[in-house]
């Protein structure tokens, strides 16, 4: 066997400090190797039985580039990495169908805090852990507190695997609420499904399920601390993904696209939408003055089970007076499950119409448009001759609460125009004359 090191590796061992290598086979008796600062251990040598552990012996990685490589080539059979976390928590990857002549397997493990943290940076990141995309529910308390990252070099024509994922008691203890029977697998990658189309998410996320685009992954062995038979979609093939294991009564993620609230004169209006719902039964919105007594002031009917955008809005009648107002979104499934979707806050004062959106000209006969609006609010803003005939036409979104805007009318012919402004709560049309100018 040939031993490559990058960096350094440390050795510990309860009886002895040295590797015994024979018959071409990494041997570790009663033996932990330590791997830091982004060391690689690689196994020059394709059989499966390449690593021997007893039970006391194990490869510490701790670390997403604290990596044990793999050069598997064209070979098939059972690869165990005996990690190692104050117990075994073995990798096993089982090849059935073998891969192109030339690849090695790079694996890497590491414990989190209970709520997942710090997210793995190896491409892609990580960048989420909710329940919800947006505006994000975190749903890390359903997560086992561990993460494996799992990428190969070499393999033009991928292997077909079978992954098993082990974990420690400790990694799902409290303040985690998992249910240990639930545990199965997911992993870090574009999903095909998602809006935006081929956004990184976590798969499959509820809704594949539902749809059957995929089925659960793995089966739990609560009894050996392992979650076994982890089989890989066929769109991504040999799982060389960031991996987790999840309560999947709690997949990650259900997809929320947005919730907004925004003030219709001294009333506020609060506007949601969903790519998909699963058993979605009502949403309850909550109102507080001071954002930790809430009351109930809304219940809207769910879409039930969808795989399409349903939009959902609402008006409160409530008079504020110009004092904060904060609101609470929550979604209930038909089994009395929820999630808290997300919290907004915000200040209506009882404005004139008028004065939402004001339109003027300048004196070099450009069009002023100020409005105010909630930051992330679509707009149009039209321009149409006395004919009827559209001459300009703009759309955006709000990067503030009061958007400022100027519109150049060079070369347009001296005439009355009409604007015609609109937001996703107001709107205004009013006449313009401009002048076409000689300079």
């Known amino acids: ?53 007893t039970e006391n012996s194990g490869i510490v990685s701790e670390g997403d580039l604290n990596r044990v490589a793999w050069k598997i080539n064209d070979s098939t059979g059972t690869y165990t990495i005996p990690f190692w976390d104050t117990s075994r928590i073995d990798f096993s990857y089982v090849i059935k169908t073998p891969g192109s002549s030339s690849g090695t397997l790079i694996a890497s493990t590491r414990r989190t805090n209970a709520n997942n943290q710090p997210w793995p940076t190896v491409s892609p990141a990580v960048t989420h852990m909710n329940l919800s995309v947006s505006p994000g529910v975190d749903g890390s308390l359903y997560v086992v507190d561990r993460y494996w990252v799992i990428r190969n070099e070499g393999w033009s024509t991928k292997p077909d695997a079978t992954l098993s994922f082990t974990y420690r008691d400790a990694e799902i203890a409290s303040p985690n609420t998992i249910n240990e ?19 990184n998410g976590w798969i499959p996320d509820a809704f594949d399920v539902f749809q ?106 409530y008079d504020g007076k110009g004092s904060t107002l904060y609101y609470r979104l929550t979604q209930y499934d038909y089994n009395g499950d929820y999630e808290i979707l997300g919290v907004q806050s915000i200040v209506c004062t009882n404005l004139p119409e008028d ?38 036409y703009q759309t955006g979104t709000t990067n503030n609460t009061y958007e400022h805007l100027v519109i150049s009318t ?30």
């Open 181 to 199: 029977s639930n545990l199965v697998a997911q992993f870090w990658g574009p999903d095909p499904y998602s809006v935006p189309s081929d956004t």
């Open 355 to 392: 004065s939402w959106i004001t339109i003027n000209t300048d004196i070099f006969n450009n069009i002023i448009i100020n409005f105010l609006a909630t930051q992330g609010e679509k707009y149009e803003i039209k321009l149409y001759d006395l004919h009827g005939k559209l001459i300009f």
């Open 1 to 53: 066997m040939r031993l490559k090191i990058l960096f350094f590796i440390i050795i510990f061992s309860t009886f002895s400090i040295v590797l015994e290598s024979q018959n071409n086979l990494l041997n570790l008796k009663d033996i932990k190797i330590t791997l830091k600062n982004d060391a690689c251990l690689t196994i020059n040598q394709s059989s499966p039985n390449a690593i021997v552990a």
């Open 410 to 439: 060079y070369g347009i012919p001296s005439s009355i125009y009409l604007v015609d402004v609109h937001t996703t709560i107001h709107n205004k049309t009013q006449k313009v004359y401009l002048k076409e100018l000689d300079f």
């Open 212 to 317: 059957g685009y995929s089925q659960p992954l793995g089966t739990v062995d609560a009894a050996n601390n392992k979650v076994t038979d982890v089989v890989p979609p066929n769109a991504y093939k040999g799982g060389f993904y960031t991996w987790i294991l999840v309560d999947k009564s709690h997949p990650l993620p259900v997809t929320l696209l947005y919730f907004n609230i925004y003030c219709e004169g001294k009333y506020v209006a609060l506007k949601w939408e969903t790519a998909s719902e699963i058993n979605c039964d009502y949403y309850l919105v909550e109102r507080s003055t001071d954002g930790n007594y809430w009351e109930s002031v809304a219940f809207l009917q769910g879409a039930g089970n969808s795989n399409e955008v349903s939009t959902y809005s609402w008006v409160d009648s």
